[in-house]
């Protein structure tokens, strides 16, 4: 575990996870950019910093170290001379605005930050267009300005990234390597930056291999990935994952990097493409040894790719399996029975309503020990009925960006089995 990476299973004991806390991107959340962002609706700030704070809190309880998105970040900025330089062109180039002089006025802003966590606090937050001096007689700056992607539609020059605390997506751990994905929409694409450069400068981290990088042609997003086992993936070919992105994963981890890597079988499962089942974790994740949460519009038969490395070099072989996801779970795992519980305990208007909630979007902390939503109710009861034991999260304000605990947190280390 020299690189800090170690993530076999979605049950192991949690010993160590990425979080990132809301911060002021948040306040630059506005009605007329909720589309583009992302966003349903406006969290409170006041009270989504405090449910997060709970989170985490409820985390370190159960022994689990706690690290930050954006303290990471600066400290492998810090850790490198030039590196926040190159972090700062980079998150310019990429931040979707036009013009020389925006670009120097913004610059000149951003490197006025003597502090680095605040600087990358910075970058998360975006930037109004009032937070920018414009020198006197300067008409082609403000024209630079209302040329930027959002043409004077909003008071914003560089958009936030809301969806940051959603640190599921960006990169996922898999065994002692990295998935540093490209994702879906250019929104959300730019938070893959603070993984990049924490996975290329950060002294604990540095040296962790990566099975997909962040460049490569096709998107893919953590919330799609689940480690079953040691040898063992479930990747689901969804709305913010490629079925191309899967072939490129198997062809690193099976071949490019197969020195480092210990998968050696993929379970492509292909699911809806819709806003409930945006993620395969919106549609199942494990929380025992036999047991999941399950969105019930998953029941009936699967369309499953199985993935495995081939006898000859390069050869990735694929079967396909058409079957209940009880039974594809039972062959990956090699167990004689899976119990699949339904979120809302399959009343189908409280399973809507919680799925929308994230019910069956669990962060598994130990075997048969999650953390769920307080929302939730009718699931979370079901779950107390089955015997697990439940860490509650106060979630009135962090559900609002439609993603639950799983989707807010990266295991960095998880104990074996």
């Known amino acids: 575990m020299a690189n800090g990476l170690y993530v076999h299973s979605e049950i192991g004991p949690l010993k160590k996870v990425l979080l990132h806390r809301p911060g002021e991107e948040l306040l630059n959340l506005t009605p007329d950019d909720l589309e583009r962002l992302l966003f349903d609706d406006i969290p409170f700030l006041e009270v989504a910093q405090a449910e997060h704070d709970r989170f985490a809190e409820i985390l370190r309880e159960q022994g689990v170290e706690v690290l930050y998105l954006e303290k990471l970040t600066a400290e492998a900025l810090d850790a490198v001379p030039g590196a926040r330089e190159e972090f700062t062109n980079q998150w310019l ?13 913004v610059k000149e802003y951003m490197d006025s930050i003597k502090d680095t966590k605040t600087f990358v606090d910075k970058t998360i937050a975006g930037l109004r267009k009032e937070e920018i001096d414009l020198p006197a007689n ?5 024209a630079d300005l209302v040329g930027s992607d959002q043409d004077g539609e909003t008071d914003l020059l560089i958009d936030p990234m809301p969806n940051t605390y959603f640190t599921r997506d960006p990169f996922a751990v898999v065994g002692k390597g990295v998935n540093l994905n490209r994702m879906f929409s250019v929104t959300r694409n730019r938070e893959t930056l603070y993984g990049k450069f924490i996975f290329k400068y950060h002294p604990d981290y540095k040296d962790a291999p990566l099975w997909y990088r962040r460049d490569s042609a096709y998107h893919t997003e953590g919330g799609d990935v689940l480690n079953l086992n040691a040898h063992t993936l479930a990747i689901g070919i969804s709305q913010r994952t490629q079925a191309g992105a899967i072939d490129q994963l198997a062809q690193n981890m099976f071949w490019e990097k197969g020195d480092q890597c210990e998968i050696d079988t993929i379970y492509a499962f292909n699911i809806p493409v819709s806003r409930a089942f945006m993620h395969l974790d919106t549609v199942f994740t494990q929380i025992d040894v036999d047991k999941f949460t399950i969105h019930p519009g998953i029941m009936g038969t699967l369309q499953v790719f199985k993935l495995t490395k081939g006898a000859q070099q390069g050869e990735v072989k694929i079967e396909e399996m058409n079957d209940t996801l009880e039974h594809v779970l039972e062959k990956a795992l090699g167990l004689d029975q899976v119990k699949l519980i339904k979120c809302g305990g399959g009343d189908p208007v409280a399973a809507a309503r919680e799925q929308w909630n994230d019910g069956s979007n669990t962060l598994c902390v130990a075997p048969g ?15 107390y009925k089955e015997g697990l034991d439940l860490l509650v999260v106060p979630s009135a304000e962090l559900s609002r960006g439609r993603g639950g605990p799983r989707c807010m947190s990266m295991p960095f280390a998880r104990e074996d089995l």
């Open 138 to 142: 300067s008409s082609s700056l403000l």
């Open 93 to 105: 180039d990429e931040s979707g605005l036009k013009g020389k002089a925006a670009r120097a006025a």
């Open 369 to 383: 020990k999650i953390c769920v939503y307080q929302r939730n109710s009718v699931t979370n009861d079901v779950l």
